[in-house]
């Protein structure tokens, strides 16, 4: 079986090296055949020349996409190559690879996309944020195909060139959750399997600032829920604006009850503005779940 190890890097010059060398000595202890591809996002150092020293394949990004088109670039590279088996991991040497192994053996024993969980395996560092973020997303992504991911966020996984060729990835943020939800969605067969997520020795290039980092998950947490669940989505925002418009409603009929009150035209403009928003948002909701993909 023909194994391609890709790795996205931008701006990895201190730690791709290593990584490469790691691959290549964990590889030639097996008996796959194994090519390693590094995806260069735009790197402004020396990322790209020492990845072609350490003997990976190297394709650049004229400029910086961001991780979703770089893993997509990555795929059709891979398939490029002729790949049987896509295993893909990180470029700051935070996933071991000797762990690749691992995830190889659950793709021979028949499954089509195997995730490294590290909450599983071990993790020696990883900020509060980041993850209880994690923890988050593996909450929803299990909510929303109904099985249980311990860590949907992964940078370290194994999959088959069929899960690649067919489980399209159309986000522009991330590919982590989306990968996940299209495959299960599509009925391909999916494993966990325990890896150590070491410590990085210099700063993180994805969380410069812990407040940024948060906003954006929960954004894209409600992206999730919007795309997968329209319906619940829609419904929930919907039944908020039916409340309030009920709220109100109730609160202007009961004066009129009580002191016989005809006024407060304003507030009774609102309230037939949230009753017909909160209809109008739950009839979308219905027309989106529909037309999901």
Known sequence: MHVVISIPAFNEEATIGKVISDIKYTMENTDYKYKVLVVDDGSTDKTAAIAKKSGAIVFSHPRNYGLAE????????????????????????????????????????????????????GIQFMPLIKRCGNRAFSGIISHIIKYKVNDCQ???????????????????????????????????????????????????????????????????????????????????????FLGLGLILGVWLFSLYLRFGEVGHYPTIMLAVLLLISGVQISIFGFFADMHKK
């Open 70 to 121: 770089t893993f997509r670039t990555e795929l059709q590279k891979c398939l490029d190559l002729k790949a049987d088996i896509i295993v893909h991991t990180d470029a700051d040497g935070q996933y071991r690879a000797e762990d690749i192994p691992k995830l190889l053996h659950e793709i021979r024993k028949g499954y089509d996309l195997v995730l490294g969980d590290r909450f599983t395996g």
């Open 154 to 240: 992964t940078g370290f996984r194994a999959f088959t060139r069929e899960v690649a060729e067919k489980v399209k990835i159309i986000s522009s943020h991330s590919y982590t959750q989306e990968q996940i939800i299209r495959a299960v969605k599509q009925k391909f067969k999916i494993k966990e399997v325990p890896v150590i997520f070491l410590k990085r020795k210099d700063k993180s290039r994805l969380i410069s600032n812990p407040f940024e980092y948060a906003f954006k998950a929960w954004i894209n947490i409600l992206r999730i829920y919007r795309d997968y669940e329209p319906l619940k989505f829609f419904g929930i925002i919907g039944s908020i």
